[in-house]
Nanobody, 114 residues
Framework: QVHLVESGGGLVQPGGSLRLSCAAS????????MGWYRQAPGKERELVAR???????TYAVSVQGRFTISRDDAKNTVYLQMNSLRPEDTAVYYC????????WGQGTQVTVSS
């Protein structure tokens, strides 16, 4: 089992920044991918960004140039730095961990509004 705990969500004005963190614990394999997905009301869950154990990153087109994903393997933690936030970034953000198994965090709300 892998347990994921997210933090860092909240309310921010358009143009502002937030940093999400997700700490993993449990039976973590060295070869894994960690990432962030989001789900807005009435919409399907979508990939925001992910990073492999080798540092290869993938971003949704809508966040390229604004969001940065990173990981600290010593802390089993993945981060999502979100800059230039827009109202359309409002969603519940979920941390994910994948090796041959898939795990999800409980989600953290991000609201971008003036």
């Amino acid at each position: 089992q892998v347990h994921l705990v997210e933090s860092g969500g909240g309310l921010v004005q358009p143009g502002g920044s937030l940093r999400l963190s997700c700490a993993a614990s449990g039976s973590i394999f060295l070869i894994n991918t960690m990432g962030w997905y989001r789900q807005a009301p009435g919409k399907e869950r979508e990939l925001v960004a992910r990073v492999t154990d080798t540092g290869y990153t993938t971003y949704a087109v809508s966040v390229q140039g604004r969001f940065t994903i990173s990981r600290d393997d010593a802390k089993n933690t993945v981060y999502l730095q979100m800059n230039s936030l827009r109202p359309e970034d409002t969603a519940v953000y979920y941390c994910s961990y994948s090796d041959r198994r898939d795990y999800w965090g409980q989600g953290t709300q991000v609201t971008v509004s003036s």
